[in-house]
């Protein structure tokens, strides 16, 4: 089997979970929440969620000479990811996110970015040896967008598969864009790119459009328990999701990009790609944590066979 080399450019962060029978809103207070940590930040996610689901990979980020730095490279590591290139800034603090989790699996999510602010042009520009041994490179929005930028125009140089995940979503420049083989964006992101509301596979392929008219490659605009949407070239398709009963939804749609990766990779068609990438997402969500929820490359191929979850135990028909 083929097996490429991925490279991850992006952010790490500790995550700080509280979960909680419903989310707080303003000036309001919840009581009797449980309290847990977990290693977390998009680009440190989808790392992980590549390397169980069986890819060679490689991060580039940035993170402090702190505690919460030193333990989220030493969990990078754990799953075989190559951090030679992750720079440790001697003032700045690692990355933290706060996260609150209700029944049902929805969250609020607020970061502190600390050192991710930090990772420079300079920083992507010094590991051009890196991009020239990637055979993708997945990049997101929790880095400066100059920084993001020139790791899509190093990426394309290189000949490698750019695929971005417009999250946190933000507006982005055409640049950026004609520059990205595979843009993900779910419905909210798709909505800010391009003012389309999208709510349904229709509004989804008019945002896609848009967006391919812009310079993107391929897009998939990821639809919750709606499935994902697919428009590359003149094919527009609707995948219909897994069934399961969510615990968290953090990261699923960094266990998604991460999957997806692993499997254009491995030179999978982009329909069955997908198809993976929403086996490893719909795992993820029955799981609290980010990087915790990762599902194995076993697992991933188990749900796609079997079809679905056994939603009384969240495990796959066997």
């Known amino acids: 089997m083929k097996k490429s080399r991925i490279l991850v450019v992006g952010s790490s962060n500790t995550d ?20 847990s940590t977990a290693p977390g ?5 989808q790392a992980v969620g590549a390397a169980r689901a069986g890819g ?8 402090g000479r702190d505690a919460f730095g030193t333990s989220a490279l ?55 040896d890196e991009f020239r041994k990637a055979d993708i490179v997945l990049v997101q929005l929790e880095t400066p967008l100059p920084t993001v930028i020139a790791t899509a125009r190093l990426a394309a140089k290189a000949g490698a598969l750019v695929i971005l995940n ?10 950026l864009l004609r520059h990205v083989s595979i843009l993900t964006p779910n419905e909210h992101e798709a909505e800010l790119l391009t003012g389309i509301k999208v709510v349904d596979a229709k509004s989804a392929s008019k945002a896609a459009e848009s967006l391919m008219k812009r310079g993107v490659g391929t897009v998939i605009v990821t639809l919750g328990s709606k499935g994902a949407f697919i428009a590359q070239g003149t094919n527009r398709e609707l995948m219909a999701g897994f069934k399961v009963r969510a615990v968290d939804t953090t990261a699923a749609g960094d266990i998604f990009n991460g999957a997806l990766a692993v499997a254009l990779g491995e030179g999978t068609d982009l329909a069955s790609a997908v198809r993976f990438a929403q086996a ?25 066979r079997r079809g679905r979850l056994d939603t009384k135990h969240n495990q796959p028909i066997t």
């Open 16 to 35: 700080m979970i509280v979960q909680l029978k419903s989310l707080p809103g303003p000036g309001v207070t919840v009581i009797g929440g449980k309290f």
């Open 41 to 45: 930040g998009k680009g440190a996610n």
């Open 56 to 63: 060679n990979v490689a991060f580039i980020g940035k993170m």
């Open 74 to 128: 030493e969990n990078l590591q754990r799953d075989g990811i190559d951090v030679s290139r992750v720079a440790r800034d001697p003032k700045a603090p690692s990355g933290v996110a706060f996260i609150f989790v209700a029944e049902g699996g929805e969250n609020s999510i607020a970061v502190a970015s600390g050192s991710n602010d930090l990772l420079s042009v300079a920083d992507v520009e010094a590991a051009r």
């Open 166 to 175: 417009p999250a946190p979503a933000r507006q982005l420049p055409d640049s």
């Open 280 to 304: 490893a997402a719909a795992i993820s969500v029955t799981r609290a944590g980010a990087q915790p929820s990762a599902p194995k490359r076993s697992e991933i191929e188990r749900l796609v």
